[in-house]
Structures are given as C-alpha cells and as structure tokens.
C-alpha cells in the first residue's frame, strides 16, 4: 500500500524557516518524482513544486510565489521528500501536501497519491 | 503560463442527475498532461481523471472526463450523495484551476 506521511508543520514567526519532511511507503521512490502542493485556509490548491527522479537528472521545478525561497530535495535512500522553506510569509499559512507524481517523459503530469497534509502558520 | 478556468463555480443538484464540469484552458493543453481531482471536505484531494480521459484506480465508472486542446469536461452520470465535493482540474502536473464546488440537495 502506497502511504505518504508529511511533518513538520508548526506555528512559526515571519521571516523564519521551517522544515517539511515526507515519508514514504509502498512503492520504489527512486523511481518517481515527487511534488508539494498547498492550500490555503478555505482557498483552493496551489502547486508549490517538484523534483524529478534522478533518472531525469532529479531537476527541481518551482511556483513563482516560493522559488528563491523554498527548497524541495530528496533521500531516495530514505524514501523521504523534504520541502525546506525560509523567509517564511504570512501568505505562506497553508497545509502543505506531499504528491506522488506520475511522469511522461520527465514532466510531471498529474499527482496519484497524496499525503493528509501538514499545516504550517506564519504569524507573528 | 497557462491559466485554467473552471465552471460553474458551484452546481447544485439532486441525487440521480448529471453533473457536467467545465475546465478551460488559455492555451492548448495536451491531453496527457490534463487531470481531474475531487476532494471532499476535511480530505486531502483524490485522483479521478488522469490524460484527460482514463480513470484512475479505484474510481467508479459514472465519473468520466472528456475534451482536447482547451475544452476538457469532467462528467458524473448519476449523482450520489457521496459526490458531494470540490472538484479540481489541473494541467502538466502544475496549474490547478480554481475548482467547482458540487452540492447535492
């Protein structure tokens, strides 16, 4: 069974940083690229980014709204994603989603499992 | 970038009848790269409609998507009450339109 376990997910201040981890189960992560997508409170779902298999060389693709400040990278040896974020916003509160991505080609093409989430709060 | 458009905004209809959801694209999609999602209230979102038109694992055979190049619709034949959700298109594993929210009376 495919499982998908995100954490981390806390209250933080603006302005500081802030670790998801995703654990996964059930199937060969190496093999597949991984992406995070949140929603805010009562708002629909944003794609955040995604990082390809390293049989696509493991490039990472982010949203506008986080790149330069989010980080996505991965443990294929752990079978774990990881989503470091800094210069964190209060536009940032959202719960945060592991996706397990299915790829044609290298490019990400829709997301077939998903984890319950992780919700992370700016405020001050 | 692509912009996806969805309607309506929320369909209201009984159990039985069919529900037909719009996603509209500002550019063409290809239909690899389209994909529906529900996601019921309190849930995290479940794959239903995969390359436009396949189903996912799992997924009952009244949900069925249709369409090509900018016009893609997500069709369910005979409402349940279960069907009661929101629903989500999204194109190239990236953009997600803004959704349609299906009540049953």
């Known amino acids: 069974e495919v499982q998908l376990v995100e954490s981390g997910g806390d209250l933080v201040q603006p302005g500081r940083s802030l670790r998801l981890s995703c654990k996964t189960s059930?199937?060969?992560?190496?093999?597949?690229?991984m992406g995070w997508v949140r929603q805010a409170p009562g708002k629909g779902l944003e794609w955040v980014g995604f990082i390809r298999s390293e049989a696509y060389g493991g490039t990472i693709e982010y949203a506008a709204s986080v790149k330069g400040r989010f980080t996505i990278s991965r443990d294929d040896s752990k079978s774990i994603a990881y989503l470091h974020m800094s210069s964190l916003k209060t536009e940032d509160t959202a719960r945060y989603y592991c996706?397990?991505?299915?790829?044609?080609?290298?490019?990400?093409?829709?997301?077939?499992?998903w984890g319950q989430g992780t919700l992370v709060t700016v405020s001050s | 970038e692509i912009v996806l458009t969805q309607s309506p905004g929320t369909l209201s209809l009984s159990p039985g009848e069919r529900a037909t959801l719009s996603c509209r694209a500002s550019?063409?999609?290809?239909?690899?790269?389209l994909a529906w999602y529900q996601q019921k209230r309190g849930q995290a979102p479940r794959l239903l409609i995969y390359?436009?038109?396949s189903r996912a694992t799992g997924i009952p055979d009244r949900f069925s998507g249709s369409g090509s190049g900018t016009d893609f619709t997500l069709t369910i034949s005979r409402l349940e009450p279960e069907d009661s959700a929101v629903y989500y298109c999204?194109?190239?594993?990236?953009?997600f339109g803004p959704g349609t929210k299906v009540d049953i009376k």
């Open positions: 059930g199937f060969t992560f190496g093999d597949y690229a």
């Open positions: 550019q063409s999609v290809s239909n690899t790269y």
């Open positions: 996706t397990r991505a299915i790829a044609a080609a290298g490019t990400p093409s829709y997301f077939d499992y």
């Open positions: 999204q194109q190239y594993g990236i953009t």
């Open positions: 390359g436009a038109s």
